[in-house]
Nanobody, 121 residues
Framework: QVQLVESGGGLVQAGDSLRLSCAASGRTFRSYTMGWFRQAPAKEREFVAAISWGGTRTYYTDSVKGRFTISRDNAKNTVYLQMNSLKPGDTADYYC??????????????WGQGTQVTISS
């Protein structure tokens, strides 16, 4: 069992940066692929980024490549999403997910409760 808690969301202006964090409970965190999804109002959930258990493999959806960076600190049981050059189109609720295997998109064996990100123009 893995419990995930996101933080770091907020309201910023276009062009600003935010760093989301996802703190995980459980001793097996380091064995999970971790990822981020987002869901904007009235839109379907979108798979944003993923990182393998060792951090050696990453994936980004095209719309965030070059602007977002996913990373993890297994010693702190935390995965991060650094978001730069934010755009109004990045406005969404962002969810952290854990998966026991590498799959694109992640299946999402475990989910966080989400953190809201709002980008003003």
């Amino acid at each position: 069992q893995v419990q995930l808690v996101e933080s770091g969301g907020g309201l910023v202006q276009a062009g600003d940066s935010l760093r989301l964090s996802c703190a995980a409970s459980g001793r097996t965190f380091r064995s999970y692929t971790m990822g981020w999804f987002r869901q904007a109002p009235a839109k379907e959930r979108e798979f944003v980024a993923a990182i393998s258990w060792g951090g050696t493999r990453t994936y980004y959806t095209d719309s965030v490549k070059g602007r977002f960076t996913i990373s993890r600190d297994n010693a702190k049981n935390t995965v991060y999403l650094q978001m730069n050059s934010l755009k109004p189109g990045d406005t969404a609720d962002y969810y952290c997910a854990a998966d026991s295997v590498w799959s694109i998109p992640l299946r999402g064996d475990y989910w966080g409760q989400g953190t809201q990100v709002t980008i003003s123009s």
